[in-house]
């Protein structure tokens, strides 16, 4: 069974900054595409960025210039360097990673979430 755990949310002042990390563990094969995802109250999930195993990277505009996505493969951790932290930054954000978990006598990939980790940015 595999299992994402997600750390390093809190609270912060804005301007501030934050460093989020996602550890996947199990009957792991390869990571595909690993991505941060956040939900804000009342408002739909949305995609912050994701990273390939080869680690092109995409960003949501909004926070462009500010965040930064990384990977250790070895580690089978992503990461979420968070600055300039603001007021609408606040959410749950969510680990989301593309596993294989076999290869024979078929490939098994599916899609993993993270439980969340909470982010508070003040003002």
């Given at each position: 069974q595999v299992q994402?755990?997600?750390?390093g949310g809190g609270l912060v002042q804005a301007g501030g900054s934050l460093r989020l990390s996602c550890t996947a563990s199990g009957i792991i094969f390869s990571i595909n595409a690993m991505g941060w995802y956040r939900q804000a109250p009342g408002?739909?999930?949305?995609?912050?960025?994701?990273?390939?195993?080869?680690?092109?990277t995409n960003y949501a505009d909004s926070v462009k210039a500010?965040?930064?996505i990384s990977r250790d493969n070895a580690k089978n951790t992503v990461y979420l360097q968070m600055n300039n932290l603001k007021p609408e930054d606040t959410a749950v954000y969510y680990c989301n990673a593309?596993?294989?978990?076999?290869?024979?006598?078929?490939?098994?990939?599916d899609n993993y979430w993270g439980q969340g980790t909470r982010v508070t940015v003040s003002s």
């Open positions: 994402l755990v997600e750390s408002k739909q999930r949305e995609l912050v960025a994701s990273i390939t195993e080869g680690g092109s500010r965040f930064a593309g596993i294989v978990t076999a290869v024979i006598p078929r490939r098994i990939a």
